[in-house]
């Protein structure tokens, strides 16, 4: 009655991002497996808000966010950082102590943040379960990287502790290893498995989503918002000043974006009749769905649902703290999947109004031939099945799917 068990890591500091995708990878496993319960150990203040399947929950450990200066305070606690930062620590210890997973699945943080999965890795290491890495298509520039990694010591781990690295693209795109002086022996752990499809819940949209969505229009997602708001704000200006546009937008500021902001983005597009808003919405994909196209920052989340959904899109990168959105951007732009505007031109005014025009003549990703573009669930599924069914103490053999 036991049946298996699988562990997911979601450190979660400010965003959606990591738990969006974890939430995928968790949804899509039950629904191979009647025998799989997955555990999800998050930080994300929102988590509540998401729906799980039957088989999927969640341990929510206290929240942290990350400052400018690249230090890390707790997001509610009147604590030191130390402190909140032991007590995740003993929580993800004792959780998987309890839980005693037969694969554990840690996402982007190697030994976690600020090592905190570090002492866990070994406990499970020495019980015989399976470790696996999960890594986004795009981490940062390698210059960026690998002496962040070296920072962390994170080369031992990868070679000792983990069994696979599961990179969530393909390499034609990015290899997110490429550059970090990684030995052959950890290289080789590393598997392409294709982007995470997405698809549209069965759940319906809220009230005031469905409201917004009742005429032709444009979805403009600023992700978790916490550093959208330079993109709704090009967008507004765009509708502003550049005349009738050829559809209403429809801008989702996202849960983190500050309440300032959004009350001063809601009082501009009160005058603007082509213009409404809405702060979230759990089930984004039923919105995307029904968008003429997508005007949207170059999360990986966003850049799968894009894919999966098929729809021309304008991508408006982030380039802080990191390249990543830039990176994928420019690799997708290159292949004919999205156009991309450099954020260095945030004052140009017609050249997003433009590009909101143009989306009506833009390609479809689907016009775009990519081999093993979409497979990321299919080969997640196979490679479960094979580190689940295999002895701990066998190899996995490292196939390429």
């Not at 965003?15 to 496993?29: K, S």
């Not at 450990?61 to 950082?81: E, F």
């Not at 919105?287 to 799968?304: D, I, P, Q, S």
Request: with cysteine.
């Amino acid at each position: 009655m036991r049946g298996k068990r699988i562990l997911i890591y979601s450190h979660d500091s400010f965003g959606l991002g990591h738990l969006r995708r974890c939430r995928t990878i968790a949804h899509a496993l039950v629904g191979r497996r009647r025998d799989l319960s997955v555990l999800i150990l998050s930080g994300s203040p929102i988590i509540g808000s998401f729906d799980f399947r039957t088989r999927v929950d969640f341990v929510r450990v206290p929240g942290m966010i990350k400052l400018r200066n690249g230090d890390y305070t707790p997001l509610n606690l009147n604590m030191a950082p130390e402190e909140t930062l032991a007590m995740r620590a003993s929580i993800i210890r004792h959780t998987a102590e309890i839980f005693d997973p037969d694969l554990f699945l840690v996402d982007k943080e190697p030994l976690g943040l600020r090592g905190e999965v570090a002492e866990t890795l070994g406990i499970l290491r020495q019980r015989g379960t399976r470790l696996i890495l999960g890594l986004r298509d795009v981490m940062d520039e390698p210059e960026m990287l690998a002496p962040e990694w070296e920072r962390k010591n994170v080369a031992p781990a990868l070679s000792r502790l983990y069994d696979q690295i599961w990179i969530y693209g393909l390499p034609q795109i990015c290899d997110p290893l490429d550059g970090l002086g990684l030995s052959e022996t950890v290289q080789r752990k590393a598997v392409y498995t294709g982007y995470l499809p997405r698809s549209v819940p069965d759940a319906p949209l809220s009230p005031e989503a469905e409201r917004a969505a009742d005429e032709p229009f444009v979805l403009v997602t600023a992700g978790g918002g916490g550093d959208g708001d330079e993109l709704i704000d090009w967008v507004l200006r765009a509708y502003e000043q550049a005349g009738p546009m050829p559809w209403r937008a429809v801008l989702v500021f996202g849960p983190f974006m500050p309440s300032e902001r959004q009350a001063e983005f809601r009082q501009r597009a009160a005058a603007l009749p082509q213009v409404s808003t809405l702060v979230f919405d759990a089930h984004l994909e039923a919105l995307m769905e029904r968008a003429a196209g997508v005007v949207a920052m170059g999360g990986y989340n966003t850049f799968c649902e894009i894919l999966s959904l098929d729809k021309p899109a304008v991508i408006v990168p982030r380039t802080r703290p990191r390249l990543e959105q830039r990176i994928r951007a420019e690799r997708a732009q290159e292949l004919g999947l999205v156009r991309m505007l450099d954020p260095d031109f945030l004052a140009d005014t017609r050249a997003m109004a433009a590009a909101i025009r143009n989306l009506a003549v833009q390609n479809r990703p689907s016009e775009v031939v990519v081999p093993g573009l979409m497979d990321g669930v299919e080969s997640i599924t196979r490679l479960t099945d094979l580190a689940l069914e295999r002895p701990a103490a066998e190899p996995l053999r490292l196939v390429q799917p």
